[in-house]
């Protein structure tokens, strides 16, 4: 066969490498820019190599945050996968049901993020919050804005309640789209409900699961608005994660240099731990 | 043991999926299901196997009612158009699922499967996953998965239709032969005739949830009951010819007449509809009552050694199957000769009037 040797279709990329350059690259560019170099205002840069990294890599307080920041993560995503997969599971398949519990199941994703955040401020308030209230009254000593267990509990209470919904519909859509006859044929086998969802259910749902944690993985080590209006990273610092405590070095303290490293640093570990994430789920696939 | 059906039925509401059936499969016999898409073919299997209760009459076998008896405690194994393999199990786990469930010991378990990875020319991919085989290797892992069991009763749902022509041809030639000396009554479902005659066997056909006609195959195709029956089991369809008897001749359509010679004398006056068989009618005229029929032509295939001409005659479409290359033109009119002697005589309401 014949193939057209020809440079015009580069022409045709054009646009799309503009719109990255200006959306992506080019601010990427300026962080890399500022993260090398040091200021003190007037627009006079002083080229200061590795220093920043190397000092947010040894702060102490990088450190903290970088661990809540996985305890976060890793609560939760142990949390709401198997959540969602059950509530999935207990799902209607089909019927008048299905759009009920379709919609039901959308409405937390559909709230704007910083009204779930109020939204469980207030109702957590232990003196006029319906939750707060009701775990006080229950005998709990319960003040999510003084004690660091109690905001942790609130914290991961609202995510859950808030992204939960995202597993159970990718779950639900990787359940719909097996077959029928795959039921029936276990069935004819004699196979037991734990063995149809071990060997039918979830090596059919496994796709759909892989990209579910990888979603809530790399959005939950993002999550800022939510937690801003909650607790706002405290009490003190016990719930400050990693976006927090980037915002209160970026605009708080106005540390542009440091703020630009840990920027960089944050945006490896997501990228490294997605990789990692994606390449082991997909390494089983092949196996 | 055999299977019984007495008085089957199911319904939903005001759909009735399957009208009541009687149907007895003796043991050791290999039954087809023939009918279109739709005509009920699964649903009919669902109902033998257990999987779906039905709304009336009740189900026997082996001389016992088990109505409403799981699937679960029947020993019943199953074969779908669609390639259903456990997906994260090898070929040989997929194989001895049913054994391992049954509770049956390693070593046993092992000789089976190994058997059966025999017979379904599997041997060499047993450590494969169901994804990494061809459509035909993984329907021949579903059928070794249905066998390995010793099932009482075997259901193949269309198991051919999802593979290629020549992986189709090549399991249809070993079916038979693997199921010659096992003493399971086996059902199996298609929409082609051609599968039905292949089996031999009987022949049960159907026909908007109802069976028209069971029988031993080649009776069934050669003495069709009715009308339907005649069309279900005809591939390509049967011609059909509205006539009228008046005296010793017959009157198809505006200006054909042709003499009801023969046989049809004995026929009463009145309205006949005859169904011939494409095959007997050609561009030539054959056999013992040729009659010519004009018509126009739609679409000619030629095969090496077959010409099938679709046309139109009296407002009906025809299809005539002829030896040879005819290669008529298409848009042009034509004269074909239908053989009426072999032409199968219904009624008014379609059922079939033995001459």
Redesign the interface.
């Known amino acids: 066969m014949n193939k057209t040797h020809d440079n015009k279709a580069w022409f045709f990329v054009l646009p799309v490498v503009a719109l990255v350059a200006f959306n992506a690259v080019i601010p990427l560019m300026t962080v890399v820019n500022y993260s090398v170099q040091e200021t003190f205002g007037d627009n006079v840069f002083f080229w200061a190599g590795v220093m920043w990294f190397e000092q947010v890599l040894q702060s102490e307080r990088f450190h903290d945050a970088l661990f809540r920041q996985l305890a976060f993560t890793f609560t939760i995503l142990l949390i709401e996968v198997p959540l969602g997969v059950a509530i999935a599971l207990t799902m209607p398949k089909k019927g008048p049901w299905v759009p009920v519990c379709l919609v039901l199941m959308a409405l937390p994703l559909l709230i704007p993020w910083n009204v779930v955040g109020a939204m469980w401020n207030i109702f957590a308030l232990p003196d006029i919050g319906l939750l707060g209230r009701s775990l006080n009254a229950l005998g709990f000593d319960y003040n999510f804005t003084r004690q660091p267990g109690d905001a942790w509990f609130t914290l991961i209470l609202m995510d859950v309640w808030h992204w939960t919904s995202l597993v159970v519909l990718l779950a639900y859509a990787g359940l719909v789209s097996i077959p029928d006859a795959y039921y029936q044929a276990a069935k004819i086998d004699g196979a037991k409900p734990f063995a149809v969802f071990r060997y039918i259910q979830l090596p059919k749902m496994k796709r759909v699961l892989t990209i579910a944690v990888l979603l809530r993985f790399m959005d939950s080590f993002m999550i800022y608005t939510e937690l801003s209006v909650l607790t706002g990273g405290g009490p003190g610092n016990s719930t400050t994660l990693l976006s927090i405590d980037l915002v209160k070095i970026a605009l708080g303290q106005f540390d542009l240099g440091p703020a630009a490293a840990m920027s960089l640093i944050y945006f490896l570990i997501i990228l490294a731990l997605s990789w990692v994430f994606y390449t082991l789920m997909m390494r089983n696939e092949q196996q | 043991m055999s299977l019984e059906l007495r008085g089957v039925g199911l319904r939903a509401g005001a759909d009735i999926h399957i009208h009541p059936t009687d149907l007895v499969c003796e043991p050791g016999s290999f039954n087809i299901l023939l009918g279109t898409t739709l005509a009920g073919k699964t649903t009919m299997m ?1 109902l033998m ?1 257990g ?1 779906e209760r039905p709304t009336a009459g009740t189900v026997w076998f082996g001389g016992q009612d088990v109505t409403g008896v799981s ?2 405690r029947r020993n ?3 074969v ?3 390639f ?1 393999n ?4 090898s070929v040989y786990e997929n194989i001895a ?2 054994l391992r ?2 509770k049956i010991d390693e070593a046993e378990i092992k000789r089976r499967v190994g058997t059966m990875a025999e017979l379904l020319k599997l041997s060499p991919m047993l450590s494969r996953r169901p994804s990494e085989l061809s459509g035909g290797q993984q329907q021949r892992t579903a059928m070794a ?1 249905a066998l390995v069991k010793d099932a009482d009763l075997v259901l193949l749902d269309e198991p051919l239709a999802n593979l290629d022509f020549k992986l189709r041809e090549e399991l249809r030639d070993e079916l038979p032969r693997l199921f010659a000396d096992r003493d399971c009554i086996v059902v199996y479902a298609t929409t082609e005739p051609v599968e039905a005659l292949l089996f031999g066997g009987h022949t049960a056909c159907l026909h908007e949830g109802r069976v028209t006609q069971f029988g031993p195959t080649a009776e069934v195709y050669r003495n069709p009951r009715d009308l339907v029956s005649a069309q279900v089991f005809s591939e390509p369809p049967i011609n059909i010819a509205s006539v009228t008897k008046a005296g010793s001749v017959f009157r198809f359509g505006q200006d054909t007449e042709f003499p009801a010679s023969g046989a049809f004398a004995a026929l009463a006056d009145g309205a006949y509809t005859l169904g011939i068989r494409p095959h007997h009618v050609a561009p030539t005229p054959d056999g013992d009552n040729p009659v010519p029929v004009d018509g126009h032509v739609l679409v000619t295939e030629l095969s090496g050694s077959e010409s099938v001409i679709h046309f139109t005659v009296q407002g009906e479409t025809w299809v005539s199957q002829s030896h040879g290359i005819h290669p008529f033109e298409v848009g042009t009119d034509q004269r074909l000769f239908a053989d009426m002697s072999k032409a199968l005589v219904f009624d008014g309401d379609g059922r079939r009037i033995e001459i």
């Not at chain 2, 456990?86 to 199990?89: D, E, I, K, L, T």
């Open positions: 669902k196997a999987l699937v679960r019943v194994s199953m779908y158009q669609q259903i456990y997906p994260n199990m699922s049913p469930v049954a998965r």
